[in-house]
């Protein structure tokens, strides 16, 4: 045998005994009372759906950071979102499904404001902070608002209230924050959870960070890099030059971590709340005589050319990826086929975080802790997703059953084009209308 062969039998040993090592502490003591508490790093990308991100097969553009959160963690295949933002953050921030509460796009509901994801994890012992894009409230009208969702730092853009890339007006614990001339958005929202983190380690506490990205939303104002796009060169797609940049802010996150010795005690999710957009903004640089059009984003996956899908209630606009990292933990390369919905996230990160959730509220999420263990489970036989105007659906790995009782096997079928019929798959179709009634939507 050769000397590299024999270091690579060493290597894979080792990294074998750690990873044993790793789910036994997980599955024994992790989610013991009285033990050390994991770190948790939530990234929630902005209109990014699978197909562009590398490890799903995307194309067009570049992703190494994320790709390798994938390479070292576990790849989900059934996530589904809401088919737009902030339906998805109301179910992310209380674990219950949008049609439970009455409020308003951009608002919340004010008595879950104490179950929130935040409060939780701040009750639990957490030092809690989000960055990014907020969409829970107009926050010229209450500033605070995240401190009472249990954030204990946070430095966000409002809903639609100013710019969020270049210049951007940020809303930084409470105040607006002066003299960002010249600033790029992202950077400083990476700096902020950066600084926070460094601060809950010399703190001696646990951290519970919730970036929710502006990247890589339809463009409000000039972004920073530009990214070529054909056929003309005198002009890029915004939509390229976002996802570079979401990818680069993942990777200094990462570095930060490594910096400060985190990792190996930090669990990374990364998500998008929604599909892919369906049109950019794109920015003339030559002789056109025009400086903005929009186009529509179609994203090179797995040799297909995919639209996109966001505000749909297909594939296109509610399958988002999922990614979980955690060095000595997660298995590396590892996929799961569970099923995962957005009123999933409060009760897994809960989980991680060793938190009591009120017995007083119903939550519909189901933690998906478990699959972290590699155990062949799913928490949940349906996944739902809702958009406005009274259109729903549940479904499983293969199956989607809409609220209106149009059918479909979408393994075989993602666009939608041809429901069953009555008789065809009857045992699923029985299943997942049974879904719907346990859940209650239209009642």
Not at 141 to 164: I, N, T
Not at 273 to 278: C, S, Y
Request: overall charge positive; proline content about 5%.
């Amino acid at each position: 045998m050769s000397l590299f062969a024999i270091l690579q039998l060493f290597l894979m040993k080792k990294r074998a005994y750690g990873l044993c090592i790793g789910l036994l502490l997980l599955g024994s003591t992790l989610f013991s009372a009285g033990t050390s508490k994991p770190n948790v790093l939530l990234i929630l990308a902005d209109d990014v759906g699978c197909e562009p991100i590398g490890c799903y097969g995307g194309e067009s553009f570049a992703t190494p950071n994320i790709d390798a959160l994938a390479k070292n963690g576990m790849k989900f295949e059934h996530c589904y979102s809401m088919p737009v933002c902030h339906p998805s953050r109301i179910a992310l921030m209380t674990g219950r499904y949008p049609f439970r509460f009455k409020a308003g796009w951009g608002s919340f509901p004010k008595n879950e404001e104490k179950h929130s994801i935040g409060q939780v994890m701040k009750d639990a012992g957490y030092a809690t902070a989000v960055a990014g894009k907020w969409q829970m409230t107009l926050l010229k009208k209450d500033p605070a608002q995240p401190s009472r969702l249990g954030f204990d730092a946070w430095s966000v853009f409002g809903w639609h209230e100013g710019a969020r890339f270049h210049s951007p007006m940020i809303y930084q614990n409470g105040k607006v924050r002066e003299g960002l001339k010249g600033e790029y958005g992202p950077e400083l929202y990476v700096k902020f959870l950066s600084d926070f983190m460094e601060r809950s380690q010399k703190e001696g506490k646990p951290f519970f960070a919730y970036y929710s990205m502006a990247l890589a939303h339809d463009v409000t104002d000039d972004l920073k890099w530009q990214v070529p796009y054909a056929p003309g060169k005198d002009r890029w797609m915004n939509y390229g030059e976002m996802i570079t940049s979401m990818d680069e802010m993942v990777g200094k996150l990462v570095t930060t971590m490594n910096r400060l010795n985190l990792r190996e005690n930090t669990l990374v999710l990364f998500t998008g709340d929604n599909g892919t957009a369906a049109r950019s903004k794109l920015r003339h640089l030559g002789k056109s005589g025009k400086k903005y059009e929009y186009e529509k984003v179609v994203v090179r996956q797995n040799g297909r050319n995919v639209p996109g899908g966001k505000g749909l209630l297909n594939d296109r606009g509610t399958h988002v990826p999922l990614i979980a990292n955690w060095p000595m933990t997660i298995a590396p390369g590892s996929e799961s086929e569970d099923l995962v919905d957005f009123s999933d996230w409060l009760p897994t990160i809960a989980e991680i975080g060793q938190a009591k959730l009120s017995k007083d509220v119903k939550f519909d999420g189901k933690s998906f802790a478990s699959s972290f263990l590699g155990k062949n489970e799913s928490a949940r036989g349906f996944a739902f997703a809702e958009s406005r105007g009274g259109r729903a659906f549940v479904r499983d790995q293969s199956h989607k059953l809409y609220a209106n009782g149009k059918f479909y096997d979408v393994s075989i079928d993602p666009e939608e084009r041809k429901p069953l019929a009555k008789g065809e798959a009857a045992e699923i179709r029985q299943r997942l209308e049974n879904a719907i009634r346990e859940i209650g939507y239209g009642k």
